[in-house]
């Protein structure tokens, strides 16, 4: 009598080392933010030095398939609104972790710039991203905490006499927020021959921006940065 061989249970497809984990499990949640994140970090690398690269691009820099980029994002429009989500959120950090009243309105205005200014610089390409993939009303949704927070500055500098009063508090907030973003931009166009405009110089231009003495400007900055 001969015996019918079982056919062999095919051995399921070759493992792909960027496949994500079956849903349901802490273990697969956890990997999958992992995964996420590291799109979004390979993201803000790869299009901060070519705003026209691909999602294939991207997905290689962050050693995962394509196939799994559009696992957490649906394309290009929905990789940027993840960079700005998060951009959105360290604004608002940041934001919050300056909220408490200084006495002082210069001294206020530098503590803000200095703790935004990493969170700016790393999200820099979004200066250059932000209108054309996200839109204005994306980015004034962006930017509102920050410019909230400043234009309380400049109207109290201005009553406390720190701050030149030409300009209105919410025009002035506006023109040092372009101010800031342009010397962001300046990064990216190797403009600067270090590595690009620090937390300090930044402060100590919008402090100056506002109508404080230069001098005064740069002690108030360094005081700070020597005491953070």
Do not use: N
């Not at 400049?154 to 002035?172: M, N």
């Not at 100590?204 to 109508?211: E, F, K, N, P, Q």
């Amino acid at each position: 009598m001969t015996t019918r061989a079982h056919p062999r249970t095919p051995a399921g497809p070759s493992a792909d080392p960027s496949a994500e984990p079956t849903a349901g499990s802490t273990t697969g949640s956890a990997t999958r933010t992992r995964t996420r994140a590291r799109i979004l970090e390979a993201a803000r690398r790869e299009l901060g030095r070519d705003p026209d690269c691909t999602l294939a691009d991207i997905a290689k820099a962050a050693g995962v398939a394509r196939r799994t980029v559009y696992v957490h994002f649906t394309g290009r429009p929905a990789l940027v609104e993840g960079l700005a989500a998060d951009a959105a959120e360290a604004v608002r950090l940041a934001s919050e972790a300056t909220r408490a009243p200084s006495p002082d309105a210069a001294t206020a205005l530098a503590r803000f710039v200095l703790t935004l200014w990493p969170a700016a610089d790393r999200y820099r390409v979004l200066v250059h991203l932000g209108r054309q993939d996200l839109g204005a009303h994306r980015v004034d949704e962006v930017l509102a905490p920050a410019r909230t927070a400043v234009a309380g500055i400049l109207a109290r500098g201005q009553r406390q006499g720190a701050f030149h009063t030409t300009v209105p508090p919410g025009p002035l907030s506006r023109a040092l927020e372009a101010y800031l973003l342009s010397l962001l931009a300046t990064a990216d166009a190797h403009a600067w021959t270090d590595d690009g405009p620090t937390a300090t110089a930044a402060a100590t231009t919008a402090l100056i921006a506002a109508g404080v003495d230069p001098d005064l400007a740069t002690t108030t900055v360094r005081r700070l940065h020597t005491a953070h």
